[in-house]
């Protein structure tokens, strides 16, 4: 179960990683999450947490410098004592065809949506190594599976994540932590409310729509939970059909 757990959750004031938060809350855990811009959306999902009941704390943090993603760790162990569950939601998009795309462009990138998973996993894999416990959810993209052309930045970053769960799950199994990925596809976030061409896209997802973000963070804390224990290495397709 989740109940009590210790939950840190980078991106969490909106999008998919704000329904990671509050999925976790209301099944118990207690969150530390990240957000880098809004300090408005990141105090209204602390002021929903408190009606609910649940705990947790709001740390404005860039998981690209490993320094801070080192204080969110070290801050987490402070208040909770332990970390039991690290979900690295964080990520941008800039899209562009490869022929215009900036160097800059596809560094933002590359460095917010993979290194800082790289870097906020190693600030606490000590710690859970120590424990003899811990599960790491990252959150890739089908965008890393199969590919989608104007983001060569985003699915490259995204495809690194799925060998970075991979070769952790298999460097950590031995101590108790288990490692796994969820690979969202087109889901109704803001990220994706001004997708051109929508229509089209529709067309090609078998399931008719796109998913909505309380149903990846379902999975999410399917696989945080003890339901999941035998999980480890997987990257789960959350896609209505579209990466078949």
Known sequence: MIKDKVAIVT????????????ELVRSGAKVVFTYLKSDEAAAKLLDEIKELKGEAEA?????????????????????FGHIDILVNNAGIIKDKALMFME???WR????????????????????????????IINISSVAGVVGTPRQINYASAKAGICGLTKSLA?????????VNAVAP????????KDLK?????????????????????????????????Y???????VDGGLAM
């Open 185 to 192: 596809g087109y889901i109704e976030t803001d990220m994706t």
């Open 231 to 237: 999980i480890t290495g997987q990257v789960i397709k």
């Open 197 to 229: 061409y929508k229509e089209n896209l529709l067309k090609m997802i078998p399931s008719g729509r796109f998913g909505a973000p309380e149903e990846v963070a379902k999975v999410v804390s399917f696989l945080a939970s003890d339901r999941s224990g």
């Open 103 to 105: 160097p800059a462009e």
């Open 170 to 178: 298999k460097e950590v199994a031995l101590y108790n932590i288990r």
């Open 59 to 79: 740390i404005k943090s860039d998981s690209r410098e490993y320094s801070q993603a080192k204080k969110v760790i070290d801050g987490a162990l402070a208040k």
């Open 11 to 22: 991106g969490g004031s909106r999008g998919i990683g704000r329904a990671i938060v509050l």
């Open 108 to 135: 933002d990138v590359i460095e917010t949506n993979l290194t800082g998973y790289f870097n906020m996993a190693k600030a606490c894999i000590v710690t859970m190594m120590k424990q003899k416990s811990g599960n």
